[in-house]
């Protein structure tokens, strides 16, 4: 198989032959989200998009491609390129397909959301109970001793609501304690000792090199430090671009009649620079997809900025494996 991918070959592929590729290069899984997106794949690669397994790497895929051709757009709107119009075309289609499979993925994070709360968190009787609890505590805390001490049960259980400050956090005392199995191999440890300007500069690598991605920063123990890089590249690229920082790949509209009347390399660097920004948009929503996904197999949810209370146990979900 050749290293670029073809939409047609996506076409003619089913999902046994594809599964293999989207699991070590993302760039057949976007080329096959655009192929779904645009015209007709097979039935067991739409089936397997459509899994749960698939749904939120295919969403990323999506969002990865409608970045990709904004930019490719702006850089045939430029010069004046004969395939503008097809290009436009495709561009549009994936963006809508991205808001509908985004739309989807919201409702299966619901319902996955609501089928991870515990029995008691689902039982009117009981939330009515606690929300009494609030408003008379120490009849609460008397009536919850007697049933413990009943029960024969200790009044602070080891290791459980433990508080942590974030989500990230939770994952990190995870790993340390092997609830979350991620071998540090020596090169983790190497980043993990790296001044922050030698991150930014392998996370700047990672972004420009779609085929090249640096696998370690996946790692749990690096996401914290993944993230912090992503954030400063962005403040600093957009500040550059005269852009708000923010991820995003719907930037402003380009003024192509200013653009051509600049100095062709200044033109590139603009161009070039706005594609690095969707670039890091698309980082930025896969990093926040490993510590989602982390998180569910945690017990965290990402979302939390505050003060996380989360009870340690082990995953019941397989542990990812670095």
Same mark, same amino acid.
């Given at each position: 198989?050749?290293?670029?991918?073809?939409?047609?070959?996506?076409?003619?592929?089913?999902?046994?032959?594809?599964?293999?590729?989207?699991?070590?290069?993302?760039?057949?899984?976007?080329?096959?989200?655009?192929?779904?997106?645009?015209?007709?794949?097979?039935?067991?690669?739409?089936?397997?998009?459509?899994?749960?397994?698939?749904?939120?790497?295919?969403?990323?895929? #999506?969002? *990865?491609?409608?970045?990709?051709?904004?930019?490719?757009? %702006?850089?045939?709107?430029?010069? +004046?390129? &004969?395939? !503008? =119009?097809?290009?436009?075309?495709?561009?549009?289609?994936?963006?809508?397909?991205?808001?509908?499979?985004?739309?989807?993925?919201?409702?299966?994070?619901?319902?996955?959301?609501?089928?991870?709360?515990?029995?008691?968190?689902?039982?009117?009787? #009981?939330? *009515?109970?606690?929300?009494?609890?609030?408003?008379?505590? %120490?009849?609460?805390?008397?009536? +919850?001793? &007697?049933? !413990? =001490?009943?029960?024969?049960?200790?009044?602070?259980?080891?290791?459980?609501?433990?508080?942590?400050?974030?989500?990230?956090?939770?994952?990190?005392?995870?790993?340390?304690?092997?609830?979350?199995?991620?071998?540090?191999?020596?090169?983790?440890?190497?980043?993990?000792?790296?001044?922050?300007?030698?991150?930014?500069?392998?996370?700047?690598?990672?972004?420009?090199?779609?085929?090249?991605?640096?696998?370690?920063?996946?790692?749990?123990?690096?996401?914290?430090?993944?993230?912090?890089?992503?954030?400063?590249?962005?403040?600093?690229?957009?500040?550059?671009?005269?852009?708000?920082?923010?991820?995003?790949?719907?930037?402003?509209?380009?003024?192509?009649?200013?653009?051509?009347?600049?100095?062709?390399?200044?033109?590139?660097?603009?161009?070039?620079?706005?594609?690095?920004?969707?670039?890091?948009?698309?980082?930025?929503?896969?990093?926040?997809?490993?510590?989602?996904?982390?998180?569910?197999?945690?017990?965290?949810?990402?979302?939390?900025?505050?003060?996380?209370?989360?009870?340690?146990?082990?995953?019941?979900?397989?542990?990812?494996?670095?």
């Amino acid at each position: 198989m050749p290293r670029y991918m073809k939409i047609s070959d996506v076409r003619a592929m089913t999902y046994a032959e594809l599964e293999r590729w989207w699991e070590v290069d993302f760039d057949v899984l976007v080329t096959t989200a655009i192929a779904e997106a645009t015209g007709d794949v097979d039935a067991t690669v739409s089936a397997a998009l459509h899994s749960d397994d698939w749904l939120e790497q295919w969403a990323d895929a #999506l969002y *990865a491609a409608a970045g990709e051709l904004a930019s490719s757009v %702006e850089r045939i709107t430029y010069t +004046r390129d &004969e395939r !503008l =119009a097809k290009v436009k075309r495709q561009a549009g289609v994936v963006h809508q397909r991205m808001g509908q499979v985004n739309g989807l993925l919201k409702e299966r994070r619901g319902d996955q959301g609501w089928d991870m709360l515990a029995p008691h968190l689902k039982d009117t009787r #009981l939330i *009515a109970l606690s929300i009494l609890a609030k408003h008379h505590q %120490e009849e609460s805390a008397r009536l +919850r001793a &007697e049933e !413990l =001490a009943r029960r024969g049960l200790p009044l602070e259980p080891p290791m459980y609501e433990v508080s942590y400050r974030d989500g990230l956090e939770a994952i990190e005392d995870a790993v340390r304690h092997q609830l979350i199995k991620a071998p540090v191999s020596p090169r983790v440890r190497a980043l993990q000792a790296a001044a922050p300007h030698k991150i930014t500069s392998v996370v700047a690598g990672d972004v420009t090199h779609q085929q090249e991605r640096c696998d370690d920063l996946r790692h749990p123990l690096l996401l914290r430090s993944w993230a912090a890089a992503l954030e400063h590249l962005r403040d600093r690229h957009c500040a550059l671009a005269g852009i708000p920082p923010e991820f995003t790949t719907s930037l402003a509209t380009l003024d192509f009649r200013e653009l051509r009347a600049m100095r062709g390399e200044q033109a590139w660097d603009i161009i070039n620079r706005r594609r690095f920004i969707r670039a890091l948009a698309q980082r930025w929503r896969e990093c926040a997809m490993h510590i989602r996904q982390l998180g569910r197999v945690w017990g965290c949810d990402q979302g939390c900025d505050s003060r996380c209370r989360i009870q340690r146990r082990p995953a019941h979900n397989s542990s990812p494996a670095w």
